[in-house]
């Protein structure tokens, strides 16, 4: 299997560099490149995941639907796919770039994670065949629950997934973006 890469960047995300994944996170992660992602079933539910117990950062944490990083030369929205397919079996998902300037630092046992994270969500109806060295578990949540969870700093949550969620929420209620609002709504299926 090869060795897979982060692409280091500035505080302006142009690139610097490319680092060992494993190696990049650290109690001193460099910042690097990142994506995340917020899937919706049919019935307007967001796909979460357990992150696996083999998971050098926040294993047995839940998350968003996936997460990662593209690689070098590699598009974010291939990265992506790569991913959707790796950790959940998932090889046909709509999505779009929600948040594109989110940026982020938590840490948690001693691991950093230091990401420039455009957000995406969009819409799959196929149903997840985890990958067990990936994700232990995944469940479907009403898009409220999530946000409870998220405002209550449920530490179970992976704190990037809660973040993005509220900042999310905030970005349709202020309606700022007629086109993510109406995509919102048919991914949500309202």
């Known amino acids: 299997m090869a060795e897979e890469l982060v692409v280091l960047v500035d505080e302006q995300n142009n690139e610097l560099g490319t680092m060992e994944k494993l190696a990049a996170h650290s109690a001193n992660t460099p910042l ?16 979460v995941q ?33 991913r959707l397919e790796d950790e959940l079996g ?11 300037g989110y940026r982020y630092r938590f840490e948690r046992d001693g ?33 409220t629950d999530f946000l409870n969870i998220a405002a209550s700093g449920n530490k179970d949550y992976s704190e990037w997934s809660l973040d993005e969620a509220l900042q999310l929420q905030e970005a349709l209620l202020l309606d ?15």
């Open 111 to 143: 691991i950093v994670e230091n990401e420039i994270c455009p957000v995406y969500a969009g819409r799959c109806d196929q149903a997840p065949k985890p990958n067990p060295a990936e994700v232990e578990a995944v469940r479907y949540i009403g898009w």
């Open 90 to 100: 998932i090889t046909e998902a709509q999505f779009e770039v929600v948040l594109p």
């Open 32 to 47: 690097h490149r990142a994506f995340s992602l917020f899937l919706f079933d049919g019935k307007g539910e967001l796909l």
């Open 50 to 82: 357990q992150r696996s117990r083999f998971k050098k950062t926040w294993p047995l944490v839940w998350s968003n639907s996936c997460c990662g990083h593209p690689g070098p030369g590699e598009s974010t929205e291939n990265a992506i796919y790569r």
């Open 176 to 190: 700022k973006d007629k086109r993510f609002q109406q995509l919102w709504n048919l991914w949500y299926n309202k």
